[in-house]
């Protein structure tokens, strides 16, 4: 899904000149004129995304249905040797592979999966007929080690979770300042907001489902201290 990203990185439509050029204080100055010059006319954005990059040449028309999602090498092969003249892709897929660590989320995902599971299976209502004849509403208490278990799991997801998105919000970050830094007004590079706040919406989500575990487990046990006492 083109929509949801890491990073982003496109060569400027028309790089503003900078004043790196007239001013040899400027550590870049010379790396910048020379970048400015060989991507004179290039038209690429590149997308790193959690599992594949998405790429699409704004210069085609049109250019809001030109993505080409998946190996973005393979994809640029068949452009000419000037589509990518700094090395966007490049930068893309040594982000992905060197940065991008799936253990945490795929951990945390497994972990949310398996507590949901536990969750689920905690006993419902049922229907329990008096000696009257009069019919009661009641819910059983789930276990103690199977709410005991579903707090560890819970706890374990929601700290791989917030390591993992933590990790990729601060990598996206240092990554778009790093290009803006060395290559200003030449590339346009912008960090994923959709991906983003999906990760962090899932962070919360995770913290959520542990308050609630941890409120019915401590409210367990001063049920269990009340009728201990009676």
Same mark, same amino acid.
């Given at each position: 899904?083109?929509?949801?990203?890491?990073?982003?990185?496109?060569?400027?439509?028309?790089?503003?000149?900078?004043?790196?050029?007239?001013?040899?204080?400027?550590?870049?100055?010379?790396?910048?004129?020379?970048?400015?010059?060989?991507?004179?006319?290039?038209?690429?954005?590149?997308?790193?995304?959690?599992?594949?990059?998405?790429?699409?040449?704004?210069?085609?028309?049109?250019?809001?249905?030109?993505?080409?999602?998946?190996?973005?090498?393979?994809?640029?092969?068949?452009?000419?040797?000037?589509?990518?003249?700094?090395?966007?892709?490049?930068?893309? @897929?040594?982000?992905?592979?060197?940065? &991008?660590?799936?253990?945490?989320?795929?951990?945390? /995902? =497994? $972990?949310?999966? !398996? %507590?949901?599971?536990?969750?689920?299976?905690?006993?419902?209502?049922?229907?329990?007929?008096?000696?009257?004849?009069?019919?009661?509403?009641?819910?059983?208490?789930?276990?103690?080690?199977?709410?005991?278990?579903?707090?560890?799991?819970?706890?374990?997801?929601?700290?791989?979770?917030?390591?993992?998105?933590?990790?990729?919000?601060?990598?996206?970050?240092?990554?778009?300042?790093?290009? @803006?830094?060395?290559?200003?007004?030449? &590339?346009?590079?912008?960090?994923?907001?959709?991906? /983003? =706040? $999906?990760?962090? !919406? %899932?962070?919360?989500?995770?913290?959520?489902?542990?308050?609630?575990?941890?409120?019915?487990?401590?409210?367990?046990?001063?049920?269990?201290?009340?009728?201990?006492?009676?």
């Amino acid at each position: 899904m083109p929509s949801i990203y890491i990073v982003s990185a496109s060569y400027a439509p028309s790089p503003h000149q900078s004043s790196a050029i007239g001013n040899s204080s400027h550590p870049n100055a010379e790396f910048i004129a020379l970048a400015r010059n060989l991507s004179h006319g290039a038209s690429l954005e590149v997308r790193s995304g959690f599992f594949a990059a998405c790429l699409r040449f704004p210069a085609k028309a049109p250019p809001e249905n030109n993505w080409h999602c998946g190996d973005a090498s393979d994809i640029l092969a068949g452009e000419s040797r000037n589509a990518d003249p700094l090395g966007l892709v490049q930068y893309s @897929d040594r982000f992905t592979s060197k940065v &991008v660590f799936y253990g945490l989320i795929l951990g945390s /995902m =497994a $972990l949310s999966v !398996l %507590a949901i599971g536990v969750l689920s299976s905690l006993p419902g209502w049922k229907t329990h007929i008096l000696e009257d004849g009069e019919a009661h509403q009641i819910r059983p208490f789930p276990a103690p080690n199977v709410t005991s278990f579903c707090l560890a799991t819970l706890c374990f997801s929601a700290g791989f979770g917030f390591i993992s998105v933590l990790w990729l919000h601060v990598a996206a970050v240092a990554a778009t300042g790093t290009l @803006d830094f060395m290559i200003e007004d030449i &590339v346009v590079t912008q960090v994923g907001s959709a991906a /983003m =706040a $999906l990760g962090w !919406l %899932a962070f919360g989500t995770e913290m959520i489902a542990l308050v609630g575990v941890f409120i019915m487990r401590v409210s367990l046990n001063l049920l269990d201290q009340i009728t201990d006492e009676d």
